[in-house]
């Protein structure tokens, strides 16, 4: 390899998030050498917990859309690298699909259906939910959700990283909402126009909770078993 690829392959294992994301962005313009160490980097992978480096390295071989990625990524990622666990037999491919394709608004309406397809038909046809119902969740559901958007945000997105950001403003919901780019002085966030679908949006954007019934369906998530161990 060249003196700049072996550069960007330890870049890519150093303990720096940051500089392995940039590794990958390096990577990516690299042609196909570049996609063999991404390869090899995601090989290494395979039996550890997914990260948002590992989704990202996922995502440009993805999109490099080659024979020999495709391959590779069919025979050892064939779902992508987060494990789509669920307790009660639900399919979070379809979710795993707009997220990497960073369809994030499409993403969005998905988990709010999917919520409501774990919660009951009754919350399907309404399509909001009772925070009681979100208290019975299955937590391998939650977690599935969660780490598909955070593995496919660059650590950006998903309700890990916002409740980080809630007990970072010591569960002050007013502060909360305006460090996530819900409410700005006294004005709510308008959807959908008003939300930033894309990576640029602050630390923990997405996914929304509509607060139109107030705050007890995002608190009941944010004190679920899933994320509160
Ligand atoms: N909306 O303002 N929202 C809707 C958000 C509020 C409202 C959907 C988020 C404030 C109405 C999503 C915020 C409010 C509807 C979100 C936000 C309000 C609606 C689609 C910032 C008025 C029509 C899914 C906190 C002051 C639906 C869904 C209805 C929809 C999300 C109004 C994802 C994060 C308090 C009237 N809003 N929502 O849930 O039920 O319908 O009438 O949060």
Not at 55 to 73: D, S, W
Not at 189 to 205: C, D, K, N, V
Request: hydrophobic share 40%; with cysteine; charged share 20%.
């Amino acid at each position: 390899l060249s003196i700049e690829l072996n550069q960007l392959r330890s870049q890519l294992n150093s303990d720096s998030q940051t500089q392995q994301l940039k590794a990958i962005a390096s990577l990516a313009t690299q042609g196909e050498l570049g996609l063999d160490v991404l390869i090899e980097f995601l090989m290494s992978q395979q039996t550890e917990t997914p990260t948002p480096v590992s989704g990202e390295a996922y995502r440009v071989l993805y999109l490099a859309n080659l024979p020999k990625t495709q391959e590779f990524l069919e025979t050892h990622f064939p779902t992508g690298v987060v494990p789509l666990n669920s307790e009660v037999g639900a399919d979070y491919f379809p979710l795993q699909q707009e997220l990497l394709q960073q369809n994030f608004q499409a993403a969005d309406l998905l988990t709010l259906r999917n919520l409501c397809e774990l919660a009951s038909d009754a919350a399907v046809k309404r399509n909001w939910l009772y925070f009681s119902e979100v208290d019975r969740f299955p937590v391998a559901d939650l977690q599935t959700i969660d780490t598909l958007w955070r593995v496919h945000s660059q650590g950006k997105f998903g309700y890990t990283v916002q409740r980080e950001v809630w007990l970072g403003v010591g569960k002050n919901w007013d502060k909360l909402w305006q460090k996530i780019g819900w409410r700005s002085d006294r004005t709510w966030t308008r959807y959908p126009q008003g939300f930033t679908w894309e990576l640029s949006a602050p630390r923990g954007h997405l996914p929304l909770s509509n607060q139109l019934r107030g705050r007890r369906v995002i608190e009941a998530l944010f004190n679920h078993p899933a994320f509160s161990n």
